[in-house]
């Protein structure tokens, strides 16, 4: 396993993402990517695409997935390490951040370590 690789998955275990979920595989790879300096912005027609061909999944697929991992972390995770973590990016009506902000403040932190 490389080390962005490893990286990524220990931080989203950190948070209480269940990594039974396939959004927690792609989280962890989209993450790795952005870690390696590889473009993933606009999500949907970069980092998706890019985990679209590396899996074989579609797009639509591969964004529900990983939203359904971040809304199961907030449901089963260390509220406070999530507050604490993302507390500036809550999408005030959902109480949890939408998949960007969760991916672009996820690989801040990570990139800090």
Same mark, same amino acid.
């Given at each position: 396993?490389?080390?962005?690789?490893?990286?990524?998955?220990?931080?989203?275990?950190?948070?209480?993402?269940?990594?039974?979920?396939?959004?927690?595989?792609?989280?962890?790879?989209?993450?790795?990517?952005?870690?390696?300096?590889?473009? #993933?912005?606009?999500?949907?027609?970069?980092?998706?695409?890019?985990?679209?061909? +590396?899996? *074989? =999944? $579609? !797009?639509?697929? #591969?964004?529900?997935?990983?939203?359904?991992?971040?809304?199961?972390?907030?449901? +089963?995770? *260390? =509220? $406070? !390490?999530?507050?604490?973590?993302?507390?500036?990016?809550?999408?005030?009506?959902?109480?949890?951040?939408?998949?960007?902000?969760? !991916?672009?403040?996820?690989?801040?932190?990570?990139?800090?370590?």
């Amino acid at each position: 396993m490389k080390e962005n690789e490893l990286k990524a998955k220990k931080y989203l275990l950190s948070l209480g993402f269940a990594p039974n979920l396939k959004g927690y595989k792609l989280l962890a790879a989209l993450l790795e990517l952005a870690l390696d300096g590889d473009q #993933i912005l606009p999500l949907k027609f970069s980092g998706y695409k890019t985990l679209s061909d +590396r899996f *074989d =999944v $579609d !797009v639509a697929s #591969i964004e529900k997935d990983i939203q359904n991992a971040i809304s199961s972390a907030w449901l +089963r995770g *260390d =509220v $406070d !390490v999530l507050y604490r973590e993302f507390g500036e990016t809550l999408d005030e009506n959902k109480g949890k951040p939408t998949n960007k902000q969760f !991916v672009l403040t996820a690989a801040e932190r990570l990139r800090e370590y």
